[in-house]
């Protein structure tokens, strides 16, 4: 090992006086490729047929691919998750009022502010993440015509309970599934659940089409409105039923999700072998949390999620945070700060935190951490050490932050 960058001591981490211990920065959410030769080989074949979008050969072998590994009945694929969101949205009828997490990445908010129907953001359950059941029934209006929940980390939501209501209050229900591909709910793939369920296939998620998405649901007049609507409403050559936009997605973009769909497995297990190793390697930290995720159901492990407990700790997350990145881990913090504290919903809402207790306390305390292909097992071992040399000695380094501080701002004056 390279005696420089040792991590030993609250000295030797890069924040204080010590080199990064690593030399190339390592991002959450580094794109994973399946077999190139396969994916070059699919693109010549492209080129040679010149049938580059509009329902080529290789967008309808990817839905059906994907249909079976759902067990679902249609699969409907986009040129990516936020107009997949935006056309099932639309295609459900949506209107007036949505209620749907605040804790979730933006685009779940957007794609219904975008059509000009109003986000009621609702709080969270502070183990599972996902949206609390037993506050949606309280945030019903006359206006509510759905809920748009979200299977957070890949972990699905409640989804019984939700159901449930959604059928007492005759709602539409569609889930925002972008974290969970490959992932099931009571031993059946997500995917099949509510009115329509959305996967992102974007280059960050762990199974990716360069960008894409795709809607999945069992219902068959909901799936051919959402064929419509995807392709400016077009029933023929000449003909058009609906308003609709272009969500298509290009030949190319299959060419990659087929290819990747042939590595799925592995992709898994990769994930899975890191998840293992952090959880191993950061078990007995006090104030330190790694979400876990339930071993009777599938499962992408796409996500490691730290959760950082300042009082038990001693440490902030964004300090944690600070130092990480110092050392070249560009840990994240999702979804920080909360959707209801972003533009335009904090301008709209500036109240809506009072609703949010979990959510406003959650998004202070996550930080997600480097996993899939771009991290080996030795690198997993060093951002392990640091963290623990980081919450260890937590007085010392909060010590020496707030020197540093004064010395800047002695230097500043
Ligand atoms: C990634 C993501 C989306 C958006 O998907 P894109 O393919 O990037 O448009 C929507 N919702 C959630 C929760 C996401 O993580």
Redesign the pocket.
């Known amino acids: 090992m390279n005696e420089k960058n040792a991590k030993s001591n609250v000295n030797s981490l890069a924040i204080f006086n010590g080199h990064p211990k690593f030399k190339e920065k390592l991002h959450v959410g580094r794109p994973n490729i399946g077999d190139r030769v396969r994916l070059l080989n699919r693109i010549n074949d492209i080129l040679d047929r010149r049938w580059l979008t509009n329902n080529g050969i290789y967008l309808e072998e990817f839905e059906q691919r994907l249909c079976e590994q759902l067990g679902v009945k249609h699969c409907i694929v986009m040129c ?4 997949a ?1 935006e056309i099932a949205i639309r295609a459900a009828d949506l209107k007036g009022e949505v209620i749907l997490p605040s804790f ?2 933006i ?2 908010a957007h794609a219904l502010q975008w059509q000009e129907i109003t986000p009621v953001f609702c709080d969270i359950d502070p183990q599972s993440h996902t949206i609390n059941p037993w506050q949606i029934e309280s945030l019903i209006t006359p206006r509510t015509t759905g809920i748009l929940a ?1 299977h957070l980390w890949g972990n699905a939501c409640d989804i019984e309970s939700i159901s449930k209501i959604a059928r007492k209050h005759h709602l539409k229900l569609l889930f ?1 599934a ?2 969970a591909f490959g992932c099931s709910y009571k031993g059946q793939m997500i995917g099949n659940f509510g009115d329509a369920e959305v996967f ?3 280059a960050t ?1 762990f199974f990716n089409s360069f ?3 795709a809607v999945a649901t069992n219902n068959d007049e909901l799936a051919s409105k959402i064929r419509l609507m995807r392709n400016f409403g077009f029933s023929g050559y000449d003909q058009v039923d609906y308003i609709g936009t272009n969500g298509k997605m290009s030949e190319i973009s299959a060419a990659m999700g087929l290819t990747g769909l042939e590595s799925l497995e592995s992709f898994i297990q990769l994930n899975r072998k890191n998840y293992n190793q952090y959880a191993d390697e950061l078990s007995d930290i006090k104030g330190l949390r790694l979400f876990s995720y339930k071993t009777s159901e599938k499962c992408n492990y796409q996500y490691v999620i730290l959760e950082i407990d300042e009082e038990l700790s001693g440490l902030s997350r964004d300090t944690l945070m600070s130092i990480l990145w110092a050392e070249n881990v560009l840990a994240r913090r999702y979804f920080y700060p909360g959707s209801h504290r972003m533009e335009p919903y904090r301008s709209y809402f500036p109240h809506a935190g009072l609703l949010l207790g979990e959510t406003e306390k959650l998004s202070q305390r996550i930080l997600v951490l480097p996993t899939g292909a771009s991290v080996t097992s030795p690198e997993i071992s060093e951002i392990c050490q640091v963290i623990r040399i980081s919450l260890s000695n937590s007085r010392e380094i909060n010590q020496r932050l707030r020197e540093k501080e004064s010395k800047v701002s002695l230097v500043g004056s």
């Open positions: 990516n998750g936020t107009v969101l979730t990445f685009a779940t979200v925002d972008a974290h992102s296939f974007h998620k960008e894409g998405g």
